[in-house]
């Protein structure tokens, strides 16, 4: 790959972009399928072959619009069908950013699962209350991490399967 070339240096950075976004499903902070995205309208706009680019753009694109939608609707429907209240994903999304920067590698995974829990166990008075609850946001945040790695998977096998095809 000769770096002086302009195709190959776009392919090479959409396909930074897309690796990014796919560590952004593990590592948060990075916005994982809005990168994954962005890598192939770069890819699509700045290089040469033909309609194909533009199919897998729009493809790519429906499977970022259906990840978002599904990602936030599907765990947040379960959420509410069990009856775990929008304020306690609130105390779990900020107990879990504080635990990020406390302890690191699993603080966001630690500090998540105590602020629903302490939510919980505030709202309902009860240990024993507060545990289901607290499972129930846990596997909707499992849920949420598959669907959202589902799709920027989907999103880098376009991609690939364009660059094959153009």
Same mark, same amino acid.
Not at 43 to 70: D, K, M, P, S, Y
Not at 96 to 109: K, Y
Not at 111 to 125: P, S, T
Not at 144 to 158: H, Q, S, Y
């Given at each position: 790959m000769d770096l002086t070339d302009t195709q190959s240096l776009v392919t090479l950075l959409a396909g930074v972009a897309i690796v990014a976004g796919l560590l952004g499903v593990v590592v948060p902070v990075l916005p994982a399928l809005p990168l994954c995205w962005g890598g192939v309208l770069i890819?699509?706009? +700045?290089?040469? /072959?033909? !309609?194909?680019?533009?199919?897998?753009?729009?493809?790519?694109?429906?499977? =970022?619009?259906?990840? @978002?939608?599904?990602?936030y609707a599907w765990p947040g429907r379960n959420l509410k069908r069990v009856g775990v209240p929008n304020s306690t994903l609130l105390a779990g999304g900020v107990l879990?950013?504080?635990?990020?920067?406390?302890?690191?590698?699993?603080?966001?995974?630690l500090? +998540?699962?105590? /602020?629903? !829990?302490?939510?919980?166990?505030?709202?309902?008075?009860?240990?024993?209350? =507060?545990?289901?609850? @607290?499972?129930?946001?846990?596997q909707a945040a499992g849920l949420?991490?598959?669907?959202?790695?589902?799709?920027?998977?989907?999103?880098?096998?376009?991609w690939v399967a364009g660059l094959v095809l153009t």
């Open positions: 890819w699509a706009i +700045f290089t040469e /072959g033909g !309609w194909q680019r533009w199919a897998v753009l729009g493809a790519a694109t429906v499977v =970022a619009v259906l990840g @978002t939608v599904v990602k879990g950013i504080v635990g990020f920067f406390v302890v690191p590698v699993v603080g966001l995974l500090g +998540f699962v105590l /602020g629903i !829990w302490l939510a919980e166990r505030l709202r309902l008075g009860d240990n024993q209350l =507060a545990w289901p609850a @607290t499972k129930q946001a846990v949420a991490f598959l669907i959202e790695f589902t799709a920027g998977a989907m999103i880098a096998t376009l």
